[in-house]
């Protein structure tokens, strides 16, 4: 066993791990933050996305100790309360959404491209997604909520 | 009438939940007091086999062992019964399921399938459906591999291959495809007030009842199955996978068991897209009108027929594409081998045929000089065709429309020139 400090979502945890225990099994079986998913295990499909100071891993591929003093965002941490994140509506209002197992990891990939690059063309939205496997939408409704959530993410600058 | 549905776009419900990490698919179930299951699967196509679960038994935090000899009825499928819950004297394919070990961790489960001693005592397999055919060939059921055979005939073929001015004869294989939905199999089960409650993804959730009834021979009404969030599916659900040795491993232990399938498991434990091949003889006359078409379709459905029949049957009835042909023949037919089994998929048969049907045309049209858009537009149907099988078209064809817009939408792209 290990003890490692670490914020997600923006709270402090304090825990002890399994020292061969994956960051995803820290999130889902430990922390029940099951919003993040395992698909294959191997880093091939980026369901188990997660932004780590600031980048997106794979949390699959990553041990939980080596996110000992790190920051993580999960799919948990994009909403305040009711108010959804601007990609969220946007994944929403563009039907970007079906059987929805890619989707956490999707959005994060959207977030973590779209906090660097607020206005990406469609091939840079699908190289931000290129990580993230998705069999029902054939992407086309993702790309295009990605679009708009650029568009909201300006509305939404600009209103403050 | 006023529709308030159809035509509208509307905001899908589950879709709030689902972008909020807050859907519940059945991976993300947690139950106090709960075992973890791990399934033991054959890693031969075809062999006798014999378990020795003795030492895995005895290792510290190991519940039970589930093999045949707990499943009080061990046959289950879609159409025919001739899946094994747990594989009893020999095994089909690789990933037949030998045995469910219940433990109190993950990772004990994991070992203990390590500490299972498999003897296995290969057979001759098979593996290519054509010689699956023959009489001689190995049985995976211990009868015909030939699961079932459908024949179309309208008009006159022979006669009409005589008239004709040009004839293709090709043949055209598909593969098997997996359906790779995103979410690999995961279920839950516990009692509760004497009833068996199983959450799994699933797309047969009252159809899973009855099978789970019939294997524990319990009463339906004792088996109660709950469908959370459901990760795609695309057919390969409509199969029983863990869902009967999750209500078994409850029932004989009397606490909450789950399992959760690798990816890798996942491709063994579900079905596939059927591999047809297709002879395919197709005839017109000089002014572009099909007159006759002659097709053998062969499925591979591995070793389980699954839906097999209602697939080989589709993949006959879509053979003629969607052409008004006069004169047709069709067998088709759905076969056992010791490949993985194949079931539903996306299209249920139809998806495979346009690869011949097309790719006939195609020729057709270069042999006779047409073009090939002009080709299929003689012989398209249209509203009042009759169809191979004899149904008269009576309500929305839209395929001139359809091939036209096509034909436009061509023609302003640089590269999609015809």
Not at chain 1, 11 to 36: A, C, F, P, S, W
Not at chain 1, 145 to 154: C, E, G, M, P, R
Not at chain 2, 393 to 403: A, F, G, K, N, R
Request: aromatic content about 6%; overall charge negative; some cysteine.
């Amino acid at each position: 066993m290990k003890k490692i400090s670490l914020k997600i979502n923006g709270k402090e945890y304090n825990v002890e791990i399994e020292k061969d225990m994956r960051l995803l099994d820290l999130l889902r079986d430990q922390l029940h933050l099951t919003g993040t998913k395992e698909g294959c295990g191997e880093g091939e499909c980026g369901a188990c996305t997660v932004i780590m100071d600031g980048v997106t891993v794979n949390s699959c591929m990553v041990l939980a100790f080596q996110a000992d003093g790190s920051e993580i965002i999960t799919i948990e941490g994009l909403d305040k309360g009711d108010k959804l994140h601007p990609i969220q509506k946007a994944f929403l209002d563009e039907g970007a959404v079906q059987c929805g197992f890619c989707i956490p990891g999707m959005v994060l990939s959207a977030k973590a491209l779209l906090d660097k690059k607020p206005s990406p063309s469609r091939k840079e939205i699908r190289e931000g997604i290129s990580g993230n496997l998705c069999r029902c939408t054939g992407y086309n409704k993702i790309v295009d909520a990605i679009d708009k959530a650029s568009q909201y993410l300006k509305e939404e600058g600009e209103e403050k | 009438m006023k529709l308030e549905v159809v035509g509208q776009s509307v905001i899908r419900v589950d879709g709030l939940a689902k972008l909020r990490g807050k859907a519940t698919y059945p991976q993300d179930l947690y139950m106090d007091n709960m075992l973890y299951g791990k399934t033991l699967r054959s890693i031969k196509p075809h062999a006798n086999i014999r378990l020795n679960i003795s030492k895995a038994e005895k290792m510290e935090g190991v519940i039970k062992i589930l093999t045949y000899k707990d499943v009080p009825h061990n046959h289950y499928g879609v159409l025919f019964k001739d899946h094994e819950v747990f594989s009893s004297t020999k095994v089909r394919s690789i990933g037949d399921p030998l045995a469910f070990v219940v433990a109190t961790s993950d990772k004990i489960a994991t070992k203990a399938l390590e500490e299972i001693e498999v003897f296995y005592e290969d057979l001759d397999a098979v593996f290519d459906p054509i010689e699956a055919m023959q009489d001689n060939a190995p049985k995976v059921h211990d009868k015909s591999n030939i699961v079932y055979k459908y024949q179309l005939r309208k008009g006159d073929v022979d006669k009409a291959f005589q008239q004709c001015d040009v004839i293709i004869e090709e043949e055209y294989k598909t593969s098997m495809v997996d359906h790779a939905f995103l979410q690999p199999e995961a279920g839950l089960a516990y009692q509760e007030n004497e009833t068996f409650v199983v959450c799994a993804a699933t797309q047969y959730p009252h159809f899973d009842q009855l099978e789970i009834a019939e294997a524990l021979e319990v009463p339906l009404e004792k088996v109660r199955v709950i469908n959370p969030a459901v990760g795609g599916a695309f057919g390969g659900r409509e199969d029983i996978t863990m869902q009967i040795h999750l209500a078994l491993a409850t029932k004989l232990t009397g606490r909450p068991v789950k399992t959760i399938y690798s990816r890798q498991e996942s491709f063994v434990a579900h079905s596939k897209r059927h591999p047809l091949i297709m002879k395919y003889k197709t005839g017109a006359n000089k002014e572009g009108k099909l007159l006759a078409m002659e097709a053998t379709i062969v499925g591979d459905t591995g070793a389980y027929a699954s839906w097999a029949i209602n697939i080989l049957r589709k993949s006959g009835v879509h053979a003629t594409g969607p052409y008004e042909i006069p004169n047709v023949k069709v067998d088709s037919y759905a076969v056992y081998t010791n490949n993985p089994f194949a079931g539903a998929m996306r299209g249920f048969g139809a998806t495979q045929v346009p690869i011949a049907h097309e790719q006939q045309m195609d020729m057709l049209a270069e042999k006779l000089n047409i073009n090939p858009i002009e080709f299929r537009l003689i012989n398209c149907f249209r509203k009042g065709s009759t169809t191979a099988t004899g149904q008269i078209l009576e309500e929305s064809i839209p395929l001139v429309e359809c091939i036209e817009a096509v034909e436009k939408s061509l023609k302003q792209t640089t590269q999609g020139g015809v």
